[in-house]
């Protein structure tokens, strides 16, 4: 947010109102949910109040943080692509960019397939039922949000290019890798 800031002078940031669609209200709700639930949990284990389900062996820490630190640099490099046209959330009155190319010639949704496999190395790190709840809970609102939000603003937005991108790439992982 900070980097959309210095590059933009807007932070990006559209939080659900009293005139949003209910169904981003409550995906809104339920990224909340899950970051609180994953906060809590990381700070229960800091503290030592929680233990982990299980002791990750170095394998799984090693692969862990090899998918932590790819999910955020894909997380990261899809936000800097995505230039002045990166949100959190939708603004139905704002018009913006439709990117189709960087990593999004390949995935629709890169930042959320950085997300996801981010979130996969951390539950490597930090495996337990409690992580694997919030981060579930996160899919559900990404998953919702995606669907019942962001994809008909676009398409209203762009009509049949949005559409035929639609139709030829998928949601967020490739059919086929970049060669």
């Known amino acids: 947010m900070i980097l959309q800031y210095r590059m933009t002078g807007d932070y990006g940031i559209r939080f659900a109102g009293k005139g949003s669609p209910p169904v981003q209200i409550v995906a ?8 609180l639930l ?40 899809s936000q800097h692509q995505m230039g002045s046209a990166w949100r959190v959330g939708v603004d ?22 950085g997300l996801f496999i981010g979130c996969f190395g951390l539950w490597c ?17 990404v998953e919702l949000f995606v669907r019942k939000v962001e994809e008909p603003y676009l398409y209203e937005q762009f009509g049949s290019e949005y559409e035929r991108w639609l139709n030829s790439t998928p949601r967020y992982f490739p059919k ?3 060669r």
């Open 38 to 77: 994953i906060l809590l949990y990381t700070f229960g284990l800091a503290t030592g109040y929680l233990k982990l389900s299980f002791e990750p062996n170095t394998i799984q820490i090693t692969l862990g943080y090899i998918f932590y630190f790819l999910g955020l640099s894909i997380v990261l490099v």
């Open 176 to 178: 086929k890798f970049p």
């Open 92 to 113: 139905l009155d704002e018009d913006t960019k439709l990117i189709i190319s960087g990593f999004f010639k390949y995935v629709r949704n890169p930042i959320y397939t």
């Open 125 to 141: 790190i930090s495996p337990s039922t409690i992580m694997i709840l919030g981060l579930l809970i996160l899919y559900l609102s």
């Open 28 to 35: 809104s709700l339920l990224l909340a949910i899950s970051g």
